[in-house]
């Protein structure tokens, strides 16, 4: 059973930068793509980034790329969301998600190919 944990989450002002975790359990690693995902109030949930383990192949959502960065820490089973310049519509709550790696298919970024998520956690950005 895979276990997702977020947090890092919080209250910042436009411009500012943020990092957030998620910590995984039940070997994620070589065996699970992971993503992050978000979901403003009042819309649909929607991809950010994702990463592959194996190979640390990443996928951004193009207008977020550059600005967030998707990494991961083997030994510690983590997964970081770095977010640079954040702006009031970056407001929202963010999810992390472990899809089971599918070796012929590229990282998942459909919310429904993902089969674990982790409870989220909010970031509030000032403007």
């Known amino acids: 059973q895979v276990q997702l944990v977020e947090s890092g989450g919080g209250l910042v002002q436009a411009g500012d930068s943020l990092t957030l975790s998620c910590a995984t359990s039940?070997?994620?690693?070589?065996?699970?793509?992971m993503g992050w995902f978000r979901q403003a109030a009042g819309k649909e949930r929607e991809f950010v980034a994702g990463?592959?383990?194996?190979?640390?192949?990443?996928a951004y959502v193009a207008s977020l790329k550059g600005r967030f960065t998707i990494s991961g820490s083997n030994a510690k089973d983590t997964v970081f969301l770095r977010m640079i310049n954040l702006k009031p519509e970056d407001t929202a709550v963010y999810f992390c998600?472990?899809?089971?790696?599918?070796?012929?298919?590229?990282?998942?970024?459909?919310?429904?190919?993902?089969?674990?998520w982790g409870q989220g956690t909010q970031v509030t950005v000032s403007s």
């Open positions: 998600a472990a899809s089971r790696v599918q070796p012929t298919m590229g990282i998942p970024t459909i919310e429904d190919e993902y089969a674990y």
């Open positions: 039940g070997r994620t690693f070589g065996r699970y793509d």
């Open positions: 990463i592959r383990w194996n190979d640390g192949s990443t």
